[in-house]
């Protein structure tokens, strides 16, 4: 089994983790904008995250040394880990739902905004839960005023998306052609301001948890092992985790089909597998999350899960194609733009002080 016990390796990891989480969304909004049926892109999305953790397990999994304390991925298939299991299983249950969530908001709120909270949250969370579970691993003095930096940069973008809000009601009066412009880009979902904050906040707290839930897994902090069993090694730990996952979004989503919400219309899983349009993009979207969480979950067993949370600063990629991409702040006033810099700022920031917080992970038993 193959194991990344460079630092260096380990922070590039992150980096390349940071893009791919950054940009899937991006592919989501871009289909939703098209009117293509959630359930339908979400299906595909799955199936292929679910390849990419195939493919770690059966390739990087398997190959190098085979020793009893880092067994190859197949040989860990039938030990005696129930409890890492299960935890691994908790994390893709959590991410799923947490992502199901996140598809739906980002139909009613944006991409910049939506990501903004949901990273943020995660990051205070997941990082502070994953700095415990590691025994204070990464460096105390720089992880947490970089999680502080992500709370600044969370009150700068609702700031921001306020701001963002207020220029465009104000173009709306003044220009009738923009006002139908938006009105063409309008989701076909509806839903209430109430059910979107739910919506955002179930997506927060799922987020925030499949790390931990993930660091456990691998790591088994609480000793609920057999002795003598050894730890899930990272590729064992994101397979069992992607297949809670691929269960739990088939089942939701293929129910979804024939009982829709928020106005979207019913389908069916034969008009599922007719409907190709899209679908290269839903699946390159699965691709880079399947790379994106492997990626993460492979830094931070070599260099500290919490240091590893810094991948959440998506919103540092996913602004950037909402500005771009999706005009999200075209035309907007000097405030909106000023607010937007500072943002973008302060993840960059608190990107830098997570990963220069990494430490790497000593002793063969956990270094898998």
Request: glycine letters at 8%; one cysteine or more.
């Amino acid at each position: 089994m193959y194991a990344m016990q460079d630092e260096a390796g380990a922070i590039t990891l992150m980096i390349v983790s940071l893009w791919c989480l950054g940009s899937w969304p991006a592919l989501f909004n871009l289909l939703e904008r098209r009117g293509r049926v959630p359930m339908h892109t979400y299906l595909d999305y799955t199936f292929s995250n679910y390849s990419v953790a195939l493919l770690f397990a059966l390739t990087v999994g398997n190959i190098g040394p085979d020793t009893p304390q880092s067994p190859n991925f197949l040989k860990q298939l039938s030990q005696e880990n129930g409890p890492s299991v299960a935890f691994g299983l908790a994390g893709g249950l959590a991410l799923c739902l947490g992502n199901i969530c996140l598809q739906y908001s980002l139909a009613f709120v944006g991409i910049s905004l939506t990501e903004v909270v949901s990273a943020s949250v995660a990051v205070v969370l997941g990082t502070t839960a994953n700095y415990f579970l590691d025994d204070g691993l990464n460096r105390a003095s720089i992880l947490f005023p970089g999680v502080a930096c992500f709370l600044v940069a969370v009150v700068l973008g609702s700031f921001c998306h306020a701001s963002n809000v207020a220029d465009m009601q104000t173009k709306i009066k003044a220009a009738e052609p923009l006002s139908q412009m938006l009105e063409d880009m309008k989701s076909p979902m509806k839903g209430s301001e109430e059910f979107t904050a739910l919506l955002v906040n179930s997506s927060n707290n799922h987020e925030a948890s499949f790390s931990p839930l993930f660091n456990v897994a691998t790591n088994d902090q609480f000793h609920l092992l057999k002795p003598g069993i050894p730890h899930l090694v990272v590729y064992t730990s994101f397979f069992y985790f992607s297949t809670a996952f691929l269960i739990c979004s088939v089942v939701l989503n293929v129910y979804l089909l024939y009982h829709p919400v928020l106005g979207i219309p019913k389908s069916s899983l034969t008009m599922y597998c007719q409907d190709r349009e899209g679908r290269h993009i839903a699946i390159v979207a699965g691709l880079l999350c399947g790379v994106g969480n492997g990626f993460q979950f492979m830094g931070g067993q070599a260099a500290g899960y919490a240091a590893a949370d810094a991948v959440q600063a998506l919103p540092l990629v996913g602004t950037l194609w909402g500005v771009f991409l999706f005009k999200e702040y075209h035309g907007s006033s000097r405030k909106t733009y000023i607010l937007l810099i500072g943002m973008l700022l302060m993840f960059l920031t608190a990107v830098v002080m997570l990963v220069a917080s990494s430490m790497p992970r000593h002793g063969s038993e956990t270094l898998t």
